[in-house]
């Protein structure tokens, strides 16, 4: 297909919410095949359900492209189908109706868990009927059939050509460095409750003003002049015609109490998983300990990960679980939810898997790929014989 049709344009541009022209969709003849009409509406509901994905990864005229090479895609699609449809009558083939009803049966079951009812709505919500959803059924099980009557036959894939897909593939073959892991996680206290509000509790009954620093009172007179001086720590100061000097480096002690921080409270979820750590320094399990402490999703299993590469960690615990040996335990790793240790039972160096490892895998591929070559030469053979006129 070389050209690209206007009515189709202006699906794509509704499609993809397209603002600048405004443009009336009129359901029209998207192609005929042999005796068969495909319309504009049948191409807008095959890539319906694709809309919603391209919306989210493309945008501007990278959308618009990407619709419109979809909607031709889904024009295609719907001419091969029209082919092998009218090819399965031309050869008198026929689908039991029961076929069709376990394909519905299955779906409702799938989609709708079962709920009927609930199926219906759907259908009526996408202006179709049952029947018309029933016919579409049908036309995709002949389509399947007749696709796999194509490849029945024995497809055979030789030793050869799997070492030669083996040895121009070697790329996707390559495994990073993995680990297998144990992990043992123990979550952070909850912080305390804020306190009250500083004005929580206030009565009506006079309040000493904190603002102001209260005004000493005056020492008593007293002719004792060392009892003065054990009081205050200071010299006298002889009375001279000279200013004073006044000492103010000093701090009382009631003053150096009230100033002092407070020490920090110790997490007692810290305190457990640091006993943890000192009962795994003394040799015991690892597995068990998890099974007893761990709060991670992984504890009845031992805190067992399996086998990890370096992309699945957070980079904190990424660096020191790839630092580890066999049988090495890590420190306590602190993070914001909580604590972790982590435990490495053994290694797989970075390598190529084997041919004999991929040997069926290779296999399947190129089994997959000729059937496909299979159908798409059969399909061509169908257009060539077949009248079909594009609008």
Partial sequence: MKRFFPALAAIVLAFAGATAVAVDIVDGVAAIVN???????????????????????????????????????ALNRLIERALIIDEFKEK??????????????????????GDRKAFVRTLQAQ???????RERERDRVIVQAMLNQKTQREVVVSPYKIEKYYREHTDDFKVDEQIKLRMIFVKKTPPPPAPAPSGAGLTNEPQPDIAEPATAA???????????????????????????????????VAETTTNAPAPPAVDPHRALADEILAKLDEGESFESLAKVYSEGKEANAGGDWGWIGRDVLRKELNETAFSLKPGEHSRVIETAEGYYIIGVDDIKPAHVKSLA????????????????????????QL?????????
């Fill in 383 to 391: 257009r060539a014989k077949a009248y079909i006129r594009l609008f």
């Fill in 92 to 113: 008198g083939y026929h689908i039991p109706e029961k076929v069709v009803d376990e394909q519905i049966n299955d779906f409702i079951a799938n989609d709708f868990g």
């Fill in 35 to 73: 005796e068969r009409v495909i319309t504009y509406s049948e191409v807008k509901n095959y890539v319906q359900p694709l809309v919603a994905q391209m919306r989210r990864d493309y945008s501007g005229d990278d959308l618009v492209e990407k619709v419109r090479s979809t909607q031709v895609d």
């Fill in 127 to 133: 202006n179709m009927t049952l029947a018309q959803f």
């Fill in 357 to 380: 490892e991929m040997r069926d895998e290779i296999e399947k591929t190129l089994l997959q790929q000729q059937r496909t070559t299979m159908q798409e030469q059969w399909v061509k």
């Fill in 218 to 252: 005056a020492p008593a007179a007293t002719n004792d002049a060392e009892t003065a001086t054990v009081a205050t720590n200071e010299t006298p100061v002889a009375a001279t015609n000279e200013t004073p000097v006044v000492t103010t480096n000093q701090t009382s």
